[in-house]
């Protein structure tokens, strides 16, 4: 059965040309031309990708990430005509998977998919039981949910995937590059500071429960999840 896209795009142009070249790779791809058609096609279909535009009527794309994000782990990858280190942040912190700035060459369009398509698939594949316990801390990657202090806490997939990727080594530093290659996949296009952001947002979510374990910085270096 073939992968099936949602495009949700205002601009119709862009819309018909990422659906021709889509559709010629085999995806099966359905379109939308604000984010209120767009959540409610994704109810409909249930796409196992969407591709979704930042600016548009009725309701923008970081809304709509929002919105599937607390229903749904589908990768999102974010479409947006600005470059500047905000709006990037925006979208990560709804909790999109990836981003991509316009104007953009469907190459680089193809392989962010497949790569993004290619991460889902692999962390929901493991034979393993993928779950690791820590004082009032439990990263559970089979159902992808975060526990702390007793109390699930919501948590984008990219932030589930690099605390336990560094909770699987318990005080090994990795650089931000390393964690690029490993959590992201080695044909990301973004740059390190992707790494930065999401450690970040998951300190807001860990600081101070426990004095048995932290996300450390190691300037000059990287990260770790230090274990006392």
């Known amino acids: 059965m073939a992968v099936s896209v949602l495009v949700v795009e205002d601009e119709k142009n862009i ?3 990422l659906q021709l070249y889509l559709e010629k790779e085999g995806y099966a791809v359905t379109v939308a031309s604000d984010g209120g058609q767009g959540l409610a096609k994704f109810h409909a279909i249930h796409p196992d990708l969407v591709l979704l535009d930042v600016m548009m009527p009725v309701m923008d794309g970081w809304s709509v990430c929002k919105a599937i994000r607390a229903e749904s782990q589908t990768p999102v990858i974010m479409l947006t005509a600005k470059g ?3 709006d990037k942040v925006a ?3 709804a909790g999109a998977d990836d981003y991509i700035t316009k104007p953009f060459e469907m190459q680089e369009v193809l392989a962010r998919i497949e790569a993004v398509l290619r991460r889902s698939d692999r962390s929901g594949s ?3 039981p993928r779950r690791l316990t820590f004082d009032k801390l439990t990263i559970d990657m089979d159902a992808f949910e975060l526990t702390v202090n007793g109390k699930k806490v919501d948590t984008p997939p990219k932030e589930m995937e690099l605390l336990f990727y560094l909770a699987s080594s318990p005080n ?5 590059n390393q964690l ?3 959590v992201w996949g080695f044909d990301y296009f973004g740059d390190s500071r992707t790494v930065d952001v999401h450690v970040k947002r998951l300190r807001e979510k860990l600081e101070g429960v426990s004095d048995q374990w932290c996300l450390k910085t190691v ?3 990287g990260y770790k999840f230090e274990v006392q």
Do not use: H, P, S
């Not at 090994?172 to 931000?176: I, K």
């Open 15 to 17: 819309q018909e040309l």
């Open 84 to 86: 500047e280190t905000d």
């Open 91 to 93: 979208g990560l912190k």
């Open 126 to 128: 493991e034979a393993a």
């Open 172 to 176: 090994r530093v990795y650089t931000r």
């Open 180 to 182: 690029l290659d490993e």
């Open 219 to 221: 300037w000059g270096v």
